[in-house]
């Protein structure tokens, strides 16, 4: 036998080897080898609306971004990315500097850290982290601190970021609405956040992909606060939203300089991405109040719906005030590791979860925490509880 290319060193890299293949991937085959109703990775089982869906068969159909779209993403859709920042939020972005398109909310997080990070910076992160946050910053060289989110209610603990931060750290990279514990941050924390950036003079990349799933009262995004706007990366994404995960239509605004140095990370990953489907999201950003409205209440419905039937079913629930996911406890039914218990779900009642410890680099903090996604049709997520009560 030939010796390894390359000799006896391993191919994947030292800076991301200690992150193997995501939890997703091994739960997600799991669901498929079993025949179980996977309320594991968080995609909707129905699509977004049909006339967003025709608006892309349109723009196909008539040459729109069937050829590389312009760098920064189709005029069109960096103007429907502006105007839905002002109607929300009362935030003005000019669509020609201060708006980029990105390949889903994923690449927009990737550009950003690659682009505003040296090696050895620190990043201050919310623990648990969203799947990619940690191989990102460590693609960049850079060292992630975690700020951990504790139940039973994750609060963020504004002495304990305080204390976090060095003369080394460069950034915040916070999630608001968060994925997984659905805690969404409150005016008190987003103003200390604010207060300790502008006298630290940190940048702050924040992942608000869930804007628009907020339970309890509304979104505020972080730029809004004063003093923040200049220093802010604000990432969204139409995949949850619009119920179109595969189309993978991210952004970020920003000021015009920060815009133009995640470009310049962006052009070297996937130049342009989605051609058609801007010109589709354009229009979807566009709907009228009612289709927001109508999705997050559809939402809540299912959130409550899985929230109480997890609750029958002897867990410990925290209910989220954002996204489309619920944080469990298991302690009450016996269990302790959630790894363990996610392993063993499938097989013994049909249902898949994913255990949160996966996101924590202090797994104590989130051992017997189990997260499941509503986003499923309302018979789904009915047998699943009936399955559940048979635990
Ligand atoms: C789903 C998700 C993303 C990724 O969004 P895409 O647009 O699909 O790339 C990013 N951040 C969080 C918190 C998410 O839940």
């Known amino acids: ?6 000799g006896s060193r391993p191919f994947l890299n030292r800076r991301l080897a200690a992150f193997g293949t995501t939890i997703f991937a091994e739960m997600s085959a799991l ?19 049909a ?11 008539d040459g729109r971004g069937n050829q590389y779209p312009p760098g920064p993403g189709v005029p069109e859709l960096r103007l429907a990315i ?5 109607r929300f939020y009362g ?21 950003a850290l690659l682009a505003l990070l040296e090696p050895g910076d620190e990043v201050i992160a919310l623990e648990p982290y969203y799947d990619s946050y940690a191989a990102c910053i460590a693609m960049a060289g850079a060292v992630r601190v975690p700020l951990t989110l504790r139940a039973p209610d994750f609060r963020l603990d504004a002495d304990a970021l305080r204390a976090a931060v060095t003369p080394r750290t460069r950034l915040l990279l916070l999630n608001t609405p968060h994925n997984p514990t659905g805690t969404v941050l409150t005016p008190a924390e987003l103003a200390a956040v604010a207060e300790l950036a502008i006298e630290r003079d940190l940048l702050v990349v924040t992942d608000e992909v869930y804007e628009h799933l907020v339970f309890d009262g509304s979104h505020v ?34 000021p015009p300089a920060l815009v133009s140095a995640v470009r310049s990370t962006k052009q070297f990953l ?31 419905a299912k959130r409550d719906l899985l929230a109480d039937g997890l609750a029958a079913a002897g867990f410990e629930v ?32 049909g249902v898949v979860a994913i255990p949160n410890q996966v996101f924590y680099d202090d797994r104590s903090a989130g051992a017997p925490q189990v997260r499941w996604a509503f986003c499923k049709r309302d018979e789904v997520l009915r047998e699943a509880v009936a399955r559940l009560g048979r635990l």
Request: proline share 7%; with cysteine; charged share 20%.
């Open 91 to 111: 935030l003005s972005y000019d669509p020609d500097t201060e708006v980029l398109v990105t390949a889903g909310a994923t690449e927009a997080i990737a550009a």
């Open 82 to 86: 502006a105007e839905h920042q002002r």
């Open 1 to 6: 036998m030939s010796a390894p290319a390359g």
């Open 221 to 254: 995004p972080l730029a809004s606060l004063p003093g923040m706007r200049e220093r802010t990366v604000t990432i969204s994404s139409a995949g949850k939203t619009f119920s179109f995960t595969g189309w993978k239509v991210g952004w970020i605004t920003a």
């Open 318 to 349: 925290f209910r989220p005030q954002g996204t489309y996911f619920i944080t469990t406890d298991i302690t009450p039914l016996g269990e302790k590791d959630g790894l363990a218990f996610c392993r063993a779900l499938p097989t013994r009642c």
């Open 270 to 300: 996937t130049y342009v991405s989605s051609g058609p489907f801007q010109h589709a999201i354009a229009e979807a950003l566009a709907l009228p109040d009612s289709f927001y409205e109508t999705f997050r209440a559809d939402h809540l």
């Open 51 to 61: 006339e967003i869906a025709e608006a892309a068969v349109r723009a196909i159909r």
């Open 31 to 49: 669901a498929t080898a079993t025949g179980s109703i996977n309320l594991g990775q968080g995609f909707p089982d129905t699509d977004g609306p």
